[in-house]
Nanobody
């Protein structure tokens, strides 16, 4: 069982940037790693994922709401996955979760990810 621990959340003004990191322990990074978020009173939603697409090992996928502003990246040597967030908006405020998937192919469904971190709060002020 992999253990995932997120860090890097905090309070930032609109237009600012934050970098979230997720450290995996217990086994190497899964082939597919993802970030999800959950705003107060809303369901957990997909943000970004990195994994296989066809013959491409580190393909990425992003929710429309963050594409062009967020970047997911994996560091195999450090066993970490990061989410670089730029041009943040108040609607990005949420608890952000790192997740690992046992399958090889990219996915957006949270039920496809079997391991989760405890989450880190990101608050974007107007």
């Amino acid at each position: 069982q992999v253990r995932l621990v997120e860090s890097g959340g905090g309070l930032v003004q609109a237009g600012g940037s934050l970098r979230l990191s997720c450290a995996a322990s217990g086994r190497p990074l899964s082939a597919v790693m993802g970030w999800f978020r959950q705003a107060a009173g809303k369901e957990r939603e997909f943000v970004a994922a990195s994994g296989w697409r066809g013959f491409t090992r580190d393909a990425t996928d992003y929710a429309d709401s963050v594409r062009g502003r967020f970047t997911i990246s994996k560091d195999i040597a450090k066993n970490t996955v990061a989410l670089q967030m730029s041009n943040l908006k108040p609607e990005d405020t949420a608890v952000y979760y790192c997740a690992a998937r046992d399958g090889l192919d990219l996915a957006r469904d949270r039920n496809a990810f079997g391991s989760w971190g405890q989450g880190t709060q990101v608050t974007v002020s107007p």
